[in-house]
């Protein structure tokens, strides 16, 4: 064999087994980037979870802390109130009052944006709606007041909700009834939804 046939030879080995090379260092880093396992329901769940709060932190996501439910009681009067997540930028909630073991009213409620503007809605069944725009949010020692005002309604003409520390939330309705101010504050906790125990986040 002529040198140049050998030097010819070699050159192409080296090619060859350069080529081998990059494919196999190829081949581990795709293998090294697939899954170990299948996505679950419990990863999809998640994922789809992240993608909604990314599209949901919007002009509502001061009021997001609202979810769950909460439980109180005053003058023999048991109310609760229950929220949804924050979801297709709307939250919806629900308040239910009992006195004496009898349903005494239960409201549907919501709070979303209008325009530049926030409301939070009542709705009473039989009733027109109740829409309270939403005015200032402001910060009172530990709590935080987000205060809803509608001044063409009867009383209430205001609505507050106070969120207090170790897992309270005050409910300010006040206005003027037949000329005369009047204020009623709810106490109400947040609490576990399926054993009804105070939590305190």
């Known amino acids: 064999m002529s040198p ?26 795709e293998e090294a980037s697939l899954p170990t396992h299948p996505p679950t329901a419990a990863d999809i769940d998640k994922q789809a979870l992240r993608e909604n709060m990314a599209q949901d932190a ?13 439980k109180g009681n005053v003058n ?41 503007d926030i409301f939070y809605v009542i709705a009473i069944p039989d009733e027109k709606e109740h829409r309270f725009k939403f ?29 207090a520390t170790e897992g309270w939330m005050y409910i300010h309705v006040e206005g003027t009834l037949n000329g005369q101010p009047k204020k009623v504050i709810y106490p109400i906790r947040r609490v576990d939804c399926g054993n009804d125990e105070f939590l305190s986040q």
């Open 135 to 163: 005015i200032k949010e402001e910060t009172d020692g530990k709590d935080t007041v987000f205060a809803f005002s509608n001044v063409t309604d009867a009383f209430p003409q205001i609505v507050s909700y106070r969120r």
């Open 58 to 70: 919007g002009p509502l996501q001061k009021f997001a802390w609202l979810e769950g439910c909460w």
């Open 76 to 116: 023999q009067r048991h109310y609760r109130e229950h929220w949804l997540p924050l979801h297709g930028n709307m939250l919806l909630g629900a308040s239910h009052t009992v006195y004496n073991s009898e349903t005494q009213d239960y409201q549907f409620l919501r709070i979303e944006p209008n325009g530049n």
């Open 4 to 29: 140049f046939a050998a030097f010819r030879n070699s050159v192409i080995l080296a090619v060859v087994l350069s080529l081998c090379a990059c494919a196999s260092t190829q081949q581990t880093k």
